[in-house]
């Protein structure tokens, strides 16, 4: 899967997009900032307006007058596309599971050749290189939520309180968790050590 340009949000930010589709679509005009602060529970106008500027520069908003309600949806060129949102995870801490809600550190508006198929599904940025060259530290991998794997593929795992991207190979009781760099060595683990979070369908390599 080749680079392509990604759109991210804070969840702040994508707490207000959603609430600006949702209000433009049923009222047909859009919300003023007191009406979003109220609805979305944010203390001052202020922090609104800047989460607003935040999405005019990434080119999801627009105004369109000097009004109170001047906000428009704006989607050009590629950013036309730029309509599935997906969370970008943090590494788990605590054997918490990667997708845990409150784990969410953005949300990546991802064109839609990025999600081949409707699945639930999750961004993780790689640490470290045992992947490589597949998959190399910082980039970031479309991870499908599961909890089976078939063995060859590449999973995203909790092993105790530690998160590992690593290929998956059950042999005679035991898991085998399989670097593609062969500077590291696999990680051998028995069936119940090891919980699946989901299998990797995609990376977005990072341009260096």
């Known amino acids: 899967m080749k680079n392509k340009p ?3 949000l804070t969840p702040a930010q994508k707490k207000i997009l959603d609430f600006l589709r949702d209000f433009i679509g049923s009222e047909g005009f859009a919300p003023t900032v007191r009406e979003m602060g109220d ?5 001052s106008p202020r922090a609104v307006a800047y989460h607003l500027e935040q999405l005019q520069k990434k080119g999801f908003i627009k105004k369109t007058s ?3 309600r001047n906000i428009a949806l704006k989607f050009d060129g590629s950013k036309k596309e ?3 949102f997906v ?3 943090g590494w ?3 054997g918490m599971p990667i997708y845990a809600e409150e784990n969410i550190l953005d949300w990546v508006a991802l064109p839609p050749q990025f999600i081949k198929e409707e699945a639930d599904v999750f961004l993780l940025r790689v640490k470290g290189n045992s992947m490589a060259p597949k998959i190399e530290h910082n980039d970031m991998v479309i991870i499908k939520r599961q909890l089976t794997a078939d063995p060859g593929e590449i999973i995203a795992a909790l092993i105790g309180d530690e998160t590992t991207i690593k290929k998956y190979l ?3 009781g035991q898991i085998v968790l399989q670097p ?3 500077d590291y060595e696999p990680i051998i683990v028995k069936p119940n050590q090891l919980r699946i979070q989901g299998i990797i369908k995609g990376v977005m390599k990072t341009i260096r």
């Open 92 to 94: 788990s801490a605590g």
């Open 82 to 84: 730029a309509t599935t």
């Open 170 to 172: 059950p042999k005679r």
């Open 87 to 89: 969370p970008l995870m």
């Open 180 to 182: 593609i760099n062969p």
């Open 6 to 8: 990604t759109y991210v």
């Open 66 to 68: 000097d009004g109170s």
């Open 39 to 43: 609805n979305l529970g944010f203390k």
